[in-house]
Nanobody, 124 residues
């Protein structure tokens, strides 16, 4: 499966952005999709994951209550709605996919496919 992330940009503190991860492939609904982010000089950090059918989600504590993940399998797209953005949310955001909902859902090495990143910058 090929992934294309988009929707990043520059926003002020407290603002909102919606990222999209568009995927190719006819079996998109069978894939767990996750968002990770990486700030300069830092390791890649798990943000959130959603199961293939959308029935299971898992959020990092740092974004719980502010970010919402959803998916439209008819459009082969996963969305990440980001509200109440903070400067510490500044990073390159990546979407990743795997055909299995892993026990270690927050570990980057558990994902087989990655999209290119989209930059999110939150100004203070």
């Amino acid at each position: 499966v090929q992934l294309q992330a988009s929707g990043g940009g520059l926003v002020q503190t407290g603002g909102s952005l919606r990222l999209s991860c568009a995927a190719s492939g006819r079996t998109f609904s069978g894939y767990t999709i996750a968002w990770f982010r990486q700030a300069p000089g830092k390791e890649r950090e798990f943000v959130v994951a959603i199961s293939g059918g959308g029935g299971s989600t898992f959020y990092a504590d740092s974004v719980k209550g502010r970010f919402t993940i959803s998916r439209d399998n008819a459009k082969n797209t996963v969305y990440l709605q980001m509200n109440s953005l903070k400067p510490e949310d500044t990073a390159v955001y990546y979407c990743a996919a795997d055909p299995v909902w892993r026990r270690r859902v927050g570990v980057p090495s558990e994902y087989s496919y990655w999209g290119q990143g989209t930059q999110v910058t939150v100004s203070s």
